[in-house]
């Protein structure tokens, strides 16, 4: 199984970007794809998931309102649209999957991850 993050670069406070994650070697009727992030000197934070029940959203309460976790164009992709950017939202942002429906940010329920892609919000 693999994940293959997308989409992340720089951008001044306020502005929009999306990140895609791709999937490949997967299938499974009952999954939850998640984003994480991490800023540098920071610990590793949930930021949003997406759950194959009924497309189950969660959201940690720093983002909410302002980013939106879909399904892609491809089988078994999530997109991550994120607006309204702060520099707080710096950072790189990892996919991850796992096995099982509940839509929740543990990390250690995530047995697989992407590489990572950066995101630079600054001025």
């Known amino acids: 199984v693999q994940l293959v993050e997308s989409g992340g670069g720089s951008v001044q406070p306020g502005g929009s970007l999306t990140l895609s994650c791709e999937t490949s070697g997967f299938a499974s009727p009952s999954y939850t794809i998640a984003w994480f992030r991490q800023g540098i000197a920071k610990e590793r934070e949930g930021v949003s998931c997406?759950?194959?029940?009924?497309?189950?959203?969660y959201y940690a309460d720093s983002v909410k309102g302002r980013f939106t976790i879909s399904r892609g164009k491809a089988e078994n992709s999530v997109r991550l649209q994120m607006n309204d950017l702060k520099p707080e939202d710096t950072g790189v942002y990892y996919c991850?999957?796992?096995?099982?429906?509940?839509?929740?940010?543990?990390?250690?329920?995530?047995?697989?991850w992407g590489q990572g892609t950066q995101v630079t919000v600054s001025s």
């Open positions: 997406l759950s194959s029940d009924n497309d189950r959203t």
């Open positions: 991850a999957l796992k096995r099982g429906v509940l839509p929740r940010l543990y990390a250690w329920e995530y047995d697989t």
